[in-house]
């Protein structure tokens, strides 16, 4: 009993500790989201007034004029299209190279695909652009797509290739016996089992693509411009349409929390998995 | 008649081909480059925004399709220099920034001389443009670009409380600037006197106007760098003092946008800035001081008043471009006589002289800011940078002194500072000769 009381002072000072540092951090994180959404509900006089920080009209203009006078759908679809096109060709091109590499130790070779990811993009942006324009293919979503797989691919290889590893040789084996061809077991077992980490290396590589600008602001043309460049319509050379821009910024970021949110399970358990046995 | 146009095209195109030609024949517009596509990349503004809604107007009465894209400014440079540097082919027209581009894209090739296309054409009319603008767009008597966007260093001022501290007009002179900043300045109030960029490399352009003032200058005509004259070390102090004593705490950080912020709240009596952003001051739903806007002339130092009056943008036609001709057709509209008056109208500070004497002129801009711009004109210096290929860098450099003068470090110190500064200028400057 002695004990016991001993110890329940220094467990509730521990549990409070831990909720200040939980609370500290939320703040951190949550105060520049809370504050764009609430800029976007309000006119740009109002943004600046610090009287204005919580009692305001609010109005949504700013979204009708992201919608109207600045034409976000397109851009959207352009980003759900490169960021997509990008994640899927990765996975579909990342995955089998994870396992060749996961199964037969091919160490050399994901250290070569990591250094493309080492390399700043930037780099390889003036030949892409080269090659690109050679082809007559700048401002395509296939230039864009391919620019992002640079990134992507690295991403999938690496996130995937521990997950491949850390599945028993054994699982491959009963199936070689019971018949099953090397690509139905990587099909069939693999996949399936790995499948928390390769959700987390997609939501990853969707994001960086979703997010990517640098590729977009070379690579695109009016028609294939992508969301992260479409933001900076709202900064003209003498003014800046805050309002605006926290609403682009709001419409930006709202699909890319939500489906973190949704797949949340999957990426946390994922990234600790990778982290632990990779 | 436009409408008519839109009809007729797309019902008959043998029909279009003689009655668009009457429409489009009134701006000099030609249907030769039908069917062609060319790129334009520009900067975001209210002159590119007017552009933007009346493309369809010039894809009519030419028949070029247009693939438009405006974006920030240093993107621009950025596409403009890795498309360029790939060859240019992709690329037709672009905006650029004359003062911190013009020497390099020239010196690398990458813009279009531009002489045959506009001599002798009358209803362009070169020669209307600002003579600064178009000796900052022109090489050894090559013009490569057509200027659209020019600015002059200005002061602005909140009438409300200029009035309330029982002054009148604009300070004159930096003595009285001294004077009104000691008046308007109430720290206690959370008022400010003055709101001035300070965060060193964009400071570098208002600092110009004090500079001159006192007489120095970045470097001199024979590329001596000269920032560590007496004159260069008292405008330091000064523009340092200014920025320490008058201006809201955080001064370091300000750029343009923040110190218009603290204008529009009323919470800065004069902000010193360029006259382009006025629109920004006057709109009720960005500034709350929207009906107490004065500007004045920007004050006279003891060499004289030096405000800056640039070309801050001009349009140009890359030299590897495969459609020049009708990229020639979009500059000649874009900023042509009609065009650049509907720019004016919605707020862009134009390089025409006719535009600035039209009746549209009269209405659209406050006249007391008109005023204060035809003041500066004449005055004003054509340059507010370090005029040269590697100018950002040097700007980088008189950041850094402008950012120690604000600190307030001594004159010794500052000195020291300014002798190291000046090395580095100059050893840009010689790397160029």
């Known amino acids: ?278 | 008649m436009k409408k008519r146009n839109v009809a007729l095209l797309t019902g008959a195109m043998m029909a279009t081909a003689l009655s668009v030609g009457a429409g489009a024949e009134d701006a000099g517009l030609s249907q030769d480059y039908a069917g062609q596509t060319i790129s334009v990349v520009v900067c975001n503004s209210s002159f590119m925004e007017e552009i933007q809604k009346d493309i369809g107007e010039f894809e009519e009465a030419t028949g070029i399709n247009v693939e438009f894209e405006s974006l920030q400014d240093a993107q621009v440079s950025n596409k403009v220099a890795v498309a360029s540097a790939a060859g240019g082919k992709d690329l037709d027209v672009f905006g650029y920034r004359p003062l911190q581009e013009s020497l390099l894209y020239i010196k690398n090739g990458w813009l279009e001389p531009l002489n045959t296309y506009f001599e002798g054409d009358t209803a362009f009319d070169y020669e209307d443009f600002f003579e600064s603008a178009r000796e900052i767009t022109s090489q050894d008597g090559t013009a490569y670009g057509i200027p659209y966007l020019t600015e002059r260093e200005i002061l602005y001022l909140n009438t409300e409380l200029v009035e309330k501290a029982g002054l009148e007009g604009s300070p004159k002179t930096y003595d009285e600037l001294l004077e009104w900043c000691d008046k308007l300045n109430d720290p206690d109030n959370g008022v400010y006197a003055l709101a001035l960029r300070g965060e060193g490399n964009a400071a570098v352009t208002q600092f110009s106007g004090f500079l001159r003032g006192f007489g120095g200058d970045f470097f001199d005509e024979d590329r001596n760098a000269t920032m560590n004259t007496p004159e260069a070390i008292e405008a330091l102090q000064f523009y340092g003092k200014l920025c320490r004593e008058y201006c809201a705490p955080g001064v370091l950080n300000m750029n343009w946008t923040e110190t218009m912020n603290l204008f529009t709240q009323g919470l800065a009596a004069m902000r010193i800035d360029c006259d382009s952003q006025y629109a920004f001051a006057t709109d009720p739903e960005a500034s709350l001081v929207a009906d107490k806007v004065g500007y004045g002339v920007f004050p006279e130092g003891p060499a004289g008043t030096t405000p800056f009056n640039v070309t801050a943008w001009a349009l140009g036609i890359g030299s590897g471009s495969e459609h020049k001709e009708a990229s020639w057709e979009f500059v000649k509209w874009a900023v042509g006589k009609d065009q650049d008056i509907k720019g004016l109208v919605a707020g862009n500070s134009s390089a025409r002289t006719s535009t600035w004497e039209s009746e549209e002129a009269k209405t659209a801009y406050p006249e007391q800011l008109a005023e204060v711009i035809n003041e500066s004109n004449p005055v004003g210096v054509a340059t507010d940078r370090p005029y040269m290929v590697d100018g950002g860098e040097a700007r980088t450099i008189i950041g850094e002194l402008i950012t120690a003068a604000i600190e307030g470090i001594s004159d010794e110190d500052l000195q020291a500072k300014a002798d190291g500064a000046n090395a580095r200028i100059q050893a840009l400057l010689d790397a160029e000769k």
């Open chain 1, 1 to 278: 009993m002695k004990n016991k009381r001993r110890i329940k002072p220094k467990k509730i000072c521990m549990k409070t500790i831990f909720w200040i540092v939980v609370v500290c951090i939320m703040f951190v994180n949550l105060v520049p989201l809370l504050w764009m959404l609430s800029a976007s509900f309000k006119t740009i006089v109002d943004i600046m007034n610090p009287k204005k920080m919580f009692v305001f009209t609010p109005t949504i203009k700013n979204y009708i004029e992201v919608f109207t006078k600045y034409s976000f759908l397109k851009p959207i679809i352009n980003s759900l299209i490169v960021s997509t096109g990008a994640t899927v060709l990765a996975c579909l091109f990342g995955l089998p190279a994870a396992y060749a590499i996961a199964r037969y130790k091919q160490n050399k070779l994901s250290l070569i695909i990591l250094a493309v990811r080492i390399i700043p993009a930037i780099t390889f942006l003036v030949p892409w652009y080269i090659i690109f324009s050679k082809l007559k293919m700048t401002g395509t979503y296939t230039s864009l797509i391919m620019a992002n797989l640079l990134v992507s691919l690295p991403l999938i290889v690496w996130i995937v290739t521990p997950y491949f590893g850390s599945i028993p040789k054994e699982l491959e084996e009963a199936a070689f016996i019971d018949g099953s061809s090397v690509f139905n077991s990587f099909i069939r077992i693999m996949i399936p089992l790995s499948a928390p980490g390769i959700f987390t290396a997609a939501i990853l590589s969707f994001i960086y693509a979703w997010n990517n600008f640098l590729f977009a602001l070379i690579l695109s043309s009016s028609s294939t411009k992508t969301l992260p460049m479409a933001v900076f319509n709202f900064i003209s050379y003498t003014s800046v349409n805050w309002g605006g821009l926290m609403a682009a910024a709001v419409v930006i970021t709202g699909p890319v929390i939500i489906v973190s949110i949704a797949l949340q399970k999957y990426v946390v358990s994922g990234l600790t998995a990778g982290a632990v046995k990779g």
